[in-house]
């Protein structure tokens, strides 16, 4: 079943915070974060196993809260290269698939 | 970057007509999956595979068929392509197992007509 993302778009202004939400009705053994701009593929941003630490890259933080099956995206101090589809990925405990949200589009103006 | 292709990257089609649609990978990854999006959908999983010989269904498999014979190798077949298989078609490699990202191939634009 496809995890849930909130929200379905953000629109900010540059430096300004924000934080995606992903959820699932699954236990999950990862979650996958990615980014996606028009008329590409999406780009790998951050990965959170199951009993895994919150996981850090630049201004761009995720944890991951396996009582809940929840993750979070958190992008500090937003630049105009941040703007794009956000996309959580979730692989369950129970087998090897890997379904992605519907994605949380990102607007970011100067 | 990693070792991942598809082909063709674009392909028009007519509807009846039987189309494969290939993922390479050279990065000796486990598992690999195809993906479809669509405006509002996001990226659903057609099929995958957990090894060689070793594929099942996503949530949209029906009118899809897949074969991995080879370890570097995932065909998608589409057995008599239609209009709402009108779609762009990712495929993407993952050894998660081993805490490793996904990768993404570049996509394939396919449009029935």
């Known amino acids: 079943q496809q995890p849930v993302q909130s929200p379905q778009a953000v629109i900010l202004r540059e430096g300004e915070d924000a934080v995606i939400n992903c959820s699932s009705s699954?236990?999950?053994?990862?979650v996958h974060w990615y980014r996606q701009k028009h008329g590409e593929a999406p780009v790998f941003l951050m990965i959170?196993?199951?009993g895994g630490e919150q996981m850090r890259h630049e201004k761009i933080s995720a944890s991951f809260n396996e009582k809940k099956q929840q993750s979070s995206l958190y992008l500090t101090a937003s630049q105009l290269s941040y703007s794009g589809t956000y996309f959580c990925?979730?692989?369950?405990?129970?087998?090897?698939?890997?379904?992605w949200g519907a994605g949380t589009k990102l607007i970011i103006k100067p | 970057d990693a070792g991942i292709t598809q082909s063709p990257r674009h392909k028009v089609t007519e509807t009846g007509t039987p189309v494969t649609l290939r993922c390479h990978q050279t990065?000796?990854?486990?598992?690999m999956y195809w993906y479809r999006q669509d405006p509002g959908h996001g990226l659903r999983l057609i099929h995958y595979?957990?090894?060689?010989?070793?594929?099942d269904k996503g949530e949209v498999s029906d009118g899809y068929s897949v074969s991995r014979s080879k370890t570097e190798d995932f065909l998608l077949t589409l057995e008599s392509a239609t209009s709402s298989q009108t779609s762009v078609y990712f495929c993407?490699?993952?050894?998660?197992?081993?805490?490793?990202?996904?990768?993404f191939g570049q996509g394939t634009r396919l449009t029935v007509v």
């Open positions: 990925g979730t692989r369950p405990d129970s087998n090897y698939q890997l379904i």
């Open positions: 699954k236990a999950l053994y990862s």
């Open positions: 959170l196993l199951k």
């Open positions: 990065e000796n990854h486990r598992y």
């Open positions: 595979s957990y090894g060689v010989k070793d594929t």
């Open positions: 993407a490699i993952s050894d998660s197992d081993r805490g490793l990202e996904a990768f």
